[in-house]
């Protein structure tokens, strides 16, 4: 899942990129106070060590070209370990992607950060955002930080399940989960300022496009496990327009769901 082949520059506000060289930063002031999460540690030394390993990651996202200072905060105060099994929690807040079981994986952190910022694309913050393949919930809880609402769908139930319980351990109480096929989306809770797909479809869904408020931002892979590309639909007077990303690898998008 979401190894990144591509080489990245700074991810810009996709309508702000005719000068690459001078990152448009429109959103430089950080949200007043981060939001205060339940952290657990599992021992106070272990507890020293995930945070300065944290803080790491973040300098180290910030290296690879993340601009947004609200992503790092939101980056910077969710506790990727709570997301793991303990076996693994010791490599939480290394940048790779690790297993959660059920053939799925947690997300890779400059993958989180990379996509959580074309969605904002500039804008500081988003009043409602559907996510399509919670996996353990670790975007999703990164999203909370940066959207009022966010709505997320997994189609594996264990799954779909333990992200809730994650989530509500951690004090994370603007986040909906859905146990469905996504390819649906979320059509009950439409329109969205922004939909992220974190599994691959050969293409979008077209029911995802419109779900999308007018203004709004789609980030998602497509294509074949091994050749994947990352990009940005920017909805328009229904009109979408794409922007190329990144080349990536996550896992495929299923149909049905599993119980
Ligand atoms: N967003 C996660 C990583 C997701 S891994 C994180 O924060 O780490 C991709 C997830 O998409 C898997 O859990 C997989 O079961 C789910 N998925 C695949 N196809 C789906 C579909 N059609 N609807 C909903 N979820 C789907």
Aim: contains cysteine; proline residues 5%.
């Amino acid at each position: 899942d979401y190894k990144v082949t591509g080489v990245q520059t700074c991810a810009l506000p996709i309508s702000g990129r005719s000068d690459p060289a001078r990152p448009t930063r429109t959103d430089t002031r950080l949200a007043a106070e981060p939001r205060r999460m339940n952290v657990t540690m599992s021992e106070s030394a272990g507890g020293f060590v995930s945070r300065r390993a944290q803080r790491r990651l973040v300098d180290r996202l910030r290296d690879r070209g993340i601009c947004s200072e609200r992503v790092l905060a939101a980056i910077a105060s969710v506790p990727r370990h709570q997301f793991l099994e303990e076996a693994l929690q010791s490599r939480a807040y290394e940048d790779t992607a690790l297993p959660i079981g059920y053939q799925q994986t947690i997300s890779q952190p400059y993958i989180v950060a990379l996509m959580t910022e074309c969605l904002l694309n500039g804008r500081p913050r988003l009043r409602t955002a559907l996510e399509i393949g919670t996996g353990c919930g670790y975007q999703a809880a990164v999203l909370s930080q940066v959207v009022d609402r966010v709505f997320t769908v997994e189609r594996i139930a264990p799954l779909a399940r333990r992200a809730q319980t994650t989530l509500a351990e951690l004090g994370i109480h603007n986040v909906a989960v859905r146990h469905a096929d996504g390819r649906e989306g979320w059509s009950a809770k439409r329109p969205f300022d922004g939909i992220m797909l974190t599994a691959a479809p050969d293409s979008v869904p077209q029911a995802l496009f419109s779900q999308l408020r007018d203004g709004g931002v789609l980030v998602a892979p497509e294509g074949d496990t091994g050749a994947q590309r990352l990009s940005s639909w920017i909805l328009k007077d229904g009109k979408t327009q794409k922007q190329f990303i990144a080349d990536v690898s996550f896992v495929p998008m299923l149909s049905g769901v599993k119980s």
